[in-house]
């Protein structure tokens, strides 16, 4: 549409108004002159970009192969040292609908980082929240304020926004694992600070159990010294023996006929904050899904996108009704309102983690399941 024409669904089921004339023309001409150099626009030529009917995500849906990254991860372990200034060997996740921009969605931000044999990421600190997952691997240890934790196959590690961390490899092997941040969204409000730490970590200690989960770690008993809420959780480190339980239980209870799953053969968690049983950071939702062999997911829409990795089996992705197979390792981006169905044949093991905090904070939540009518602040 060129500058001056009226969007169309502006006047739809109206009377559509005579052409200008001539010299209306030249004054409308004028008009939007003057707007452009006193930087103006107006709604009536751009609600339907502004305000569409429904999301129109720019990201786009998009699997990312854990047997590619890897290989690529190792390389640039041989090639590129981790150090002050560079500070971390990450490779972010750039969804292929955001111009090229490192992000996964347009408020996550996710990547792969590696850590080489005795080598240590140096402490810093930062406004935005992370994470970390690990899919394989042992042996390093992220130093968060001064409490060393472990790193192992199935933990969920918390870093939330302004704590110093940093982070140590004690074996011969390197090790990987996958980061979630808050980056695109803290980058949009201009909200970011950062600052540089210690040189290596403040505790080069290798506990098999950090402090905060020795204080914190005891499923329904809070610490009389903790009472005061927290607005992210105070605990480090999310064990995936937990994890795994819970999902079993949650299982061994449908199959002895109790409510429990959220699906017929669909176990799922939801990880919290000890302190108001809330998401485990303002900014992120993190949850693990088991699906049983031979379960296919109700289609779902949900506004907020999520960032998915296969923790173990194989299955299929059907988003928007365009089908993605996945394994072990592989990350696949499920941007706002598209529609996700989740099948395996043999078993499957998701972690997720997602934007809906600040969506529901800001009371623009709506969830879809196919046959239902849509639910959410916004009706």
């Known amino acids: 549409m060129t500058t001056h024409e009226l969007d169309p669904d502006l006047v739809a089921g109206t009377t559509a108004p005579p052409p ?87 408020s996550l931000w996710a990547a792969i980082q590696y850590l080489g044999p005795h080598e240590v990421a140096p402490e810093h600190r930062h406004s935005q929240n992370a994470f970390r997952f690990v899919v394989e691997g042992h042996g390093v240890w992220t130093v968060v304020n001064g409490d060393p934790v472990a790193m192992r196959r199935g933990d969920f590690l918390l870093t939330p926004g302004w704590n110093f961390h940093g982070h140590h490899n004690e074996t011969d092997q390197p090790m990987a694992w996958i980061d979630g941040l808050d980056i695109p969204f803290v980058q949009y409000t201009d909200s970011a600070f ?23 770690g005891h499923p ?62 303002p900014t992120i939702r993190a949850e693990f899904h088991r699906l049983r062999a031979g379960v296919r997911t109700t289609p779902r829409r949900e506004v907020g996108s999520s960032v998915f990795q296969v923790f173990d089996g194989v299955g299929t992705f059907d988003i928007d009704g365009e089908r993605r197979e996945v394994a072990r390792g592989d990350m696949v981006v499920v941007p706002s309102w598209c529609e996700l169905s989740l099948s395996t044949d043999d078993g499957l093991d ?4 997602g ?22 602040a916004l009706l």
């Open 350 to 353: 998701l972690f997720r983690f």
């Open 355 to 376: 934007d809906q905090p600040i969506i529901e904070r800001l009371g623009l939540d709506r969830v879809h399941d196919r046959g239902a009518p849509p639910k959410g």
């Open 220 to 281: 329904g008993l809070r610490p009389l010294t903790g009472l005061q809420d927290t607005v992210s959780s105070p605990l480090s480190a999310y064990r995936w023996e937990r994890t795994e339980a819970a999902l079993e239980h949650q299982l061994e209870l449908e199959a002895a006929g109790h409510p429990a799953t959220v699906e017929q053969g669909h176990a799922a968690v939801r990880y919290t904050n000890p302190t108001t049983g809330g998401d485990v950071m």
């Open 20 to 106: 200008p004339t001539q010299e209306e023309e030249r004054k409308i001409q004028e008009l939007y002159d003057d707007f452009e150099r006193e930087h103006l626009m107006p709604l009536w030529t751009q609600r339907a970009d502004l305000m569409p009917e429904t999301p129109q995500p720019r990201a786009v849906p998009h699997v990312w192969r854990w047997d590619t990254l890897l290989p690529l991860a190792e390389r640039a372990g041989e090639l590129i040292p981790v150090g002050r200034g560079g500070e971390r060997r990450a490779i972010s996740l750039a969804n292929p609908g955001l111009g090229g921009r490192p992000h996964a969605t347009p």
């Open 194 to 216: 950062f600052e540089f730490g210690s040189d290596r970590v403040t505790d080069e200690s290798t506990p098999d159990t950090s402090r905060s989960e020795k204080l914190w």
